[in-house]
């Protein structure tokens, strides 16, 4: 059911029940006035006839009294009967002209008729007077005083639903327009803005409408940025992890060339340096041997130090405890008051993703510690389960710099990217005595396409 439908059923019910209090009221009123005149008519009329009709009779008897009445005619609101006390009538008063031939109908005269009174005065002569009341005229009265309160009703009921329809519709005349709104931003249309309506709720209700739409609007358009953003931001991740891919391929190739091609070389430098300083007897060209020998073993440990940080190469050889043990070696030895210690329990398969992400955590959690934290104590720990590598390093350095996660500061960023790539989690925060914890969980099933 439509709104102004209800609205004018509960108009027309208010009228209605308004109308049928007032007649009932009108009923209730009308039975009482009634009751009361037929009630104060009687006694008057009884009083009055019963004392004259008295006199009369002693002036001169039934002929008087008789002439008396017929002079005396009808009485409002009474019927007067002279009459032997056999029955027969001498004289009736004749009847009220009074709205003659019209009455009420039964139910009306049934519900208003109060008990009819009657009154008989007992004279000499086996005479009697009978005064009896009349409701008909005051019933009479009563109903068309209840017919015009009815017609008046039915007038006000007309017109109160007719003003009642037209301020209605004036009042609702803007709701087809905001629903067409709705429609039109149902349908994706939010430029849609309502114009200015009348009157004072409709037009708060059209400013709260063109509120939410300038949000859902704002909202759409943030969130079509925030798509576009994300996509960006996904290719310029796959971008990265391209050249990543390419970067650790181009170190591999570069490390193998330096342990192939320069290690030989600079080994060959060492023999020849060694056999010049054999064979010949003169000093300046022994010691110049000498000299060369010397810096190409120099040589020859820097690029054994490069190599590892180019690309693991004994990964595939000793695997990931052997080669991160090889590394705590070497850096042992270049940092002697360091104290490192590295345990690790892994018993299960890793593979090459996961194993090359857990060497490069570790690589630069040490790095970090060394190089920056000036730490004196680091603790490397690695374990696997069925499901996950779990990898830590502690340390007891200065901490982390309060700008280690702007922009431009790549080693932590890129290893935190590099695990969550994996599908892993990344954890790097200030341990509370002093120092930085780095923790990593990484799934054994991990690889670069399913993270």
């Known amino acids: 059911m439509k709104l102004r439908t209800r609205l004018h059923l509960v108009v027309t019910g208010l009228t209605a029940v308004f109308v049928i209090l007032l007649v ?20 008057v009329a009884t009083q009055f006839l019963s004392r004259l009709v008295n ?32 029955g027969a009538v001498i004289y009736r008063s004749p009847p009220s002209t009074y709205k003659a031939g019209r009455r009420a109908p039964a139910w009306f005269s049934h519900l208003l008729a109060p008990r009819i009174p009657r009154y008989t005065l007992r004279m000499p002569g086996n005479l009697e ?36 329809f037209s301020i209605i519709e004036r009042a609702l005349s803007p709701f087809p327009i905001i629903v067409a709104g709705l429609e039109r931003l149902k349908k994706g249309d939010l430029t849609y803005r309502l114009p200015l309506l009348k009157g004072m709720e409709a037009q708060a209700i059209g400013a709260a409408f ?51 091609e320069f290690g030989q070389s600079v080994t060959a430098i060492r023999s020849l340096a060694q056999a010049i300083n054999t064979r010949s007897s003169e000093p300046p060209m022994q010691e110049a041997a000498r000299l060369i020998s010397r810096e190409a073993a120099g040589l020859y440990d820097a690029m054994h130090g490069l190599i590892p940080r180019l690309s693991p190469l004994t990964l595939d050889t000793l695997g990931l405890a052997g080669t991160l043990e090889s590394l705590s070696r070497d850096l042992q030895k270049r940092h002697l008051p360091v104290k490192l210690s590295l345990r690790h329990d892994l018993r299960v398969e890793l593979g090459p993703s996961v194993t090359l992400a857990a060497y490069r955590f570790v690589q630069e959690g040490l790095i970090n510690a060394l190089r920056h934290a000036h730490a004196s104590c680091i603790d490397v720990e690695l374990r696997a389960d069925a499901r996950s590598l779990f990898v830590s390093v502690a340390d007891d350095g200065s901490g982390l710099p309060e700008e280690w996660a702007r922009p431009g500061h790549f080693g932590l960023r890129g290893l935190k990217d590099r695990i969550e790539h994996l599908g892993g989690r990344f954890d790097v925060r200030n341990r509370e005595h002093g120092g930085v914890s780095l923790a990593a969980e990484i799934p054994l099933d991990a690889t670069p396409e399913s993270a």
Do not use: C, K
């Open 55 to 86: 006199i009369y009779w002693g002036f001169g008897g039934p002929q008087v009294v008789l002439g008396f009445l017929v002079q005396l005619g009808h009485v409002r609101s009474n019927a007067i009967t002279l009459r032997y006390a056999h």
């Open 24 to 43: 009932t009221a009108q009923l209730v009123a009308t039975r009482a006035r009634v009751r009361e005149d037929i009630d104060g008519s009687h006694v």
């Open 129 to 164: 007077l009978v005064i009896r009341s009349v409701v008909r005229p005051a019933i009479l009265d009563g109903w068309d005083a209840i017919t015009r309160l009815l017609a008046l009703a039915v007038i006000l009921l007309i017109a109160a639903n007719a003003v009642a």
């Open 210 to 260: 063109n509120r939410m739409a300038q949000a859902i609007e704002d909202n759409v358009a943030a969130q079509r940025q925030a798509r576009e953003a994300q996509a960006r931001l996904e290719e310029r991740r796959e971008m990265a992890r391209l050249v990543e891919q390419r970067l650790e391929e181009e170190r591999r190739l570069i490390a193998h060339e330096l342990h192939d």
